[in-house]
C-alpha cells in the first residue's frame, strides 16, 4: 500500500523499537539511508539498530556510525522493520531476525510495488538517501554533520557524483544543504574511490573479456570463477564500457557462486529494469541488476539473449 511522505512520517512516529535494514550487497544509498534514518530516529528518542544481512564494503566504513551496523542472528523483538533503497525481498535474513512485525519501506525504485506494506516510493527522487532528508526537515530534525555525511554519500554514489539522468536540481539543492553542514566533497570520493593494486589489475583483466554485440549496441565484461577470485569489489567496473561509443547496454556479469551469477546493466535509451524483472531482478529505467540461478556460460547466454530482445 502506497502512502504519503507526510503518512510515513507519522508511521515512524508511532513506532519505538525499530530494526532499519537495507539491501543485500549494499551501496552508498542503501547503508547511507539506512544510517541517516537511524540518526533521526534516535534524534526523537526511538530505540534503533541498523542491520544488513552482507558485508559492508571497506570504502563506505567512512559513514558515521557505520561500525554499529549488525548482521542479523537470533530472533529479536521490535514494533516495526524499515525497509531502505529496496523491496522486502532483498534484505536476506532480516525478515527472520525480526519476525512477523508490520513493514515501513522507503525507497526509490520503480519497481517496488509495495505488497503487504507501507510503502513510500519516489522514483524521481536519485537516491532513496533524497527522501530521507525530505523525512527529517517533515520531522523538524536539527542536522548534524553526521547526517549530512550518509545523505551525501548516498546521493553522490547513486547519481554517479551528480553525472547520470536522474540528477535534478532539488538532488543539488540537497548537496549543497549536506556542504553547506560541513561534508568536504573532495575527501569523500577520495575515500570512496581507493582501491586495493589487486583491483586495479583485476580491471585491466576484466576488461580483456569484453564484447561487443548487436551491431555494437551491446557490450559486456564476463567476469567468472577464475576472475573473480582476486577481486574484493567490482565495484565502478561497467562504467568503463558503457562509454564505449555506440554502445546503448552495457552488462557485467559476475559469478558469485555455483550456479549463482549477478547481473549489472546500464543503458542510454533501453529500460534496463524491465530485462531484470524478467529474471526477478529490478532497478531503475538506466540502472539495474538482477542473479541468475544457473551455471556461469547459461547466465551468459540468457542475458546476452534478453538484451537482444530488448534491443530490438
Ligand atoms: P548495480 O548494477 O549497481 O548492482 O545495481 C543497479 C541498480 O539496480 C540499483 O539501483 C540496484 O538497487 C538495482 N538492482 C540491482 N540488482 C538488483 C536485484 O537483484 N533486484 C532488484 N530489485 N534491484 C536490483
Ligand atoms: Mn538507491
Known amino acids: 500500500m502506497k502512502i504519503t511522505l507526510e503518512e510515513m512520517c507519522d508511521e515512524l512516529q508511532k513506532v519505538n523499537r525499530v530494526v532499519v535494514a537495507g539491501h543485500v550487497i549494499p551501496d552508498g544509498d542503501a547503508i547511507g539511508s539506512a544510517l541517516a534514518l537511524a540518526m533521526i530516529l534516535k534524534s526523537i528518542g526511538k530505540d534503533v539498530r541498523v542491520m544488513f544481512d552482507d558485508n559492508i564494503p571497506r570504502n563506505f566504513m567512512m559513514m558515521p556510525t557505520c561500525e554499529k551496523i549488525e ?5 529479536i523483538d521490535v514494533d516495526a522493520l524499515v525497509i531502505v533503497d529496496t523491496a522486502p525481498d532483498r534484505i536476506g535474513k532480516v525478515l527472520e531476525c525480526v519476525g512477523d512485525v508490520p513493514i515501513l519501506n522507503i525507497d526509490h525504485h520503480v519497481s517496488n510495488s509495495g505488497e ?22 517533515e520531522l523538524g530534525i536539527k542536522l548534524t554533520k553526521d547526517f549530512a555525511v550518509c545523505v551525501y554519500v548516498g546521493i553522490a554514489t547513486d547519481t554517479g557524483f551528480f553525472q547520470f539522468s536522474n540528477t535534478t536540481a532539488e538532488t543539488l539543492l540537497i548537496a ?17 574511490e581507493q582501491r586495493p593494486i589487486e583491483v586495479v589489475k583485476g580491471l585491466g583483466q576484466s576488461l580483456n573479456t569484453l564484447e561487443v554485440w548487436h551491431d555494437g549496441k551491446a557490450a559486456g565484461m564476463f567476469l567468472d570463477e577464475d576472475l573473480v577470485a582476486n577481486l574484493e569489489t567490482t565495484e565502478g567496473f561497467i562504467d568503463e564500457i558503457r562509454v564505449i561509443e555506440g554502445v546503448d547496454v552495457s552488462l557485467l556479469l559476475k559469478f558469485m ?36 540461478k544457473m551455471p556461469f556460460e547459461d547466465a551468459k547466454r540468457t542475458i546476452m539473449q534478453a538484451i537482444d530482445d530488448a534491443l530490438n
Not at 557462486?257 to 524483472?277: E, G, L, W
Request: glycine share 8%; net charge positive; charged share 20%.
Open 116 to 137: 503487504n506494506r507501507k510503502l513510500f516510493c519516489d522514483p524521481h527522487a536519485a537516491a532513496t538517501a533524497e527522501i530521507i532528508f525530505e523525512i527529517a526537515i
Open 176 to 192: 549543497s544543504d549536506m556542504l553547506a553542514l560541513g561534508v568536504k566533497p573532495n575527501l569523500v570520493v577520495e575515500v570512496l
Open 71 to 75: 548482521r542479523p542472528s537470533e530472533k
Open 257 to 292: 557462486a555455483k550456479n549463482v551469477c549477478r547481473v549489472s546493466m546500464r543503458s542510454k535509451t533501453v529500460d534496463v529494469s524491465k530485462i531484470a524483472m524478467q529474471f526477478g531482478g529490478g532497478g531503475h529505467l538506466r540502472a539495474a541488476g538482477c542473479t541468475l
